[in-house]
């Protein structure tokens, strides 16, 4: 036993509360974790990135994500670093290495490090792999049922956006644009289009039918955003993919964001005026209940 106080018990907390990390094939502290200034992830913004959750140590959703990590290394021309066991492995293994009941696991892949700065692909470069794994704070449903306040904002995102890169300057600008005006999201209008939150995928709800606008180049196909959709549908929610105007935010009866480390949000105020009747909606309630029992049975290892 070690006394509280003492040196070795000192280092044993310290020990305890280190973040591991995985670096091109080696498990480090998060200190030791370096890369090249000369890596293109760092110079360019050229590589792709998954974030996903895991309740209880098991990971939401994992083939989905993989398969977006996938289509994402795909659209940029990467080759796959590594095979869907390899990443599993990783995966597992900094959860374990890492404390928490529930914690988000960030991976990316960068085109890696070239002798030169040059914006043209170098030849036979090896991609660099970085994941790490993040608390993910539980948070009540009373807690979450008082909603956040919103802005919209003019989508000023390239027409890829269906790509999960780490190039994210237009992403944060925006985010910061809400933050400044005292919101956690700011929810993206292209062509007098809803598209996607700064980092979520959006839903409204109008007489009582759950809508989110078709995947396509202009946003993320949110693998919280499918799941949202497919549970919907199983316990008969009416819900639809298709344009949703500008304009129909003002008069929705709800409106949700959705992402890996907000779950599902209510948004209870756009640019300072009420959601509905300005709190968290019928919809809302019943599908948080489903999803939190969707949690619940994944953290029994029964998804
Ligand atoms: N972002 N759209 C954008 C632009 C996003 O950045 C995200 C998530 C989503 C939701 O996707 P998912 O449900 O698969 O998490 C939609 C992550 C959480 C991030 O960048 O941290």
């Known amino acids: 036993m070690h006394k509280s106080g003492s040196p070795d018990f000192v280092f044993w907390v310290h020990n305890m509360s280190q973040r ?3 670096l091109n094939g080696q498990y480090l502290p998060i200190e030791q974790a370096q890369v090249s200034v000369l890596d293109r992830g760092f110079l360019f913004g050229d590589g792709v990135y998954e974030v996903i959750p895991a309740y209880g140590g098991h990971l939401l959703r994992l083939p989905q994500h993989l398969q977006r990590l996938q289509n994402s290394l ?3 021309q990467l080759v796959n670093p590594l095979s869907k066991d390899e990443w599993i492995e990783i995966l597992q293994t900094l959860l374990t290495k890492n404390q928490g009941q529930d914690q988000s696991v960030y991976l990316q892949v960068t085109r890696g490090v070239a002798e030169q700065r040059d914006h043209s692909f170098p030849d036979a470069i090896k991609p660099t792999v970085f994941v790490m794994a993040n608390l993910l704070p539980a948070q009540s449903k009373d807690e979450l049922a008082k909603g956040v306040a ?3 904002v003019d ?3 390239w027409r890829a956006c269906h790509i999960k890169a ?3 300057l237009a ?4 985010r910061q644009q809400a933050t400044a005006a005292g919101a956690a999201e700011a929810i993206l209008i292209r062509d007098g289009l809803v598209t996607e939150g700064a980092a979520s995928n959006v839903f409204i709800v109008k007489d009582h039918v759950l809508l989110t606008p078709p995947v396509g180049p202009t946003l993320l196909t949110g693998v919280t955003r499918d799941l949202i959709l497919e549970q919907a549908k199983l316990n008969g929610i009416d819900c639809a993919e298709r344009d949703i105007a500008e304009g129909e935010l003002t008069q929705a009866d709800e409106i949700w964001l959705s992402s890996s480390t907000r779950e599902i949000l209510p948004v209870i105020s756009l640019n300072g005026d009420a959601v509905g009747n300005g709190q968290s909606g019928p919809i809302w309630n019943r599908m948080i209940d489903i999803f939190q029992q969707y949690k619940d049975v994944l953290r029994t290892g029964a998804e």
């Open 20 to 22: 591991i990390v995985y």
């Open 74 to 76: 795909d659209a940029i």
């Open 150 to 152: 919103a802005i919209t």
């Open 155 to 157: 989508d000023i995102r």
């Open 166 to 168: 780490i190039a994210l």
């Open 171 to 174: 992403n944060t600008l925006l």
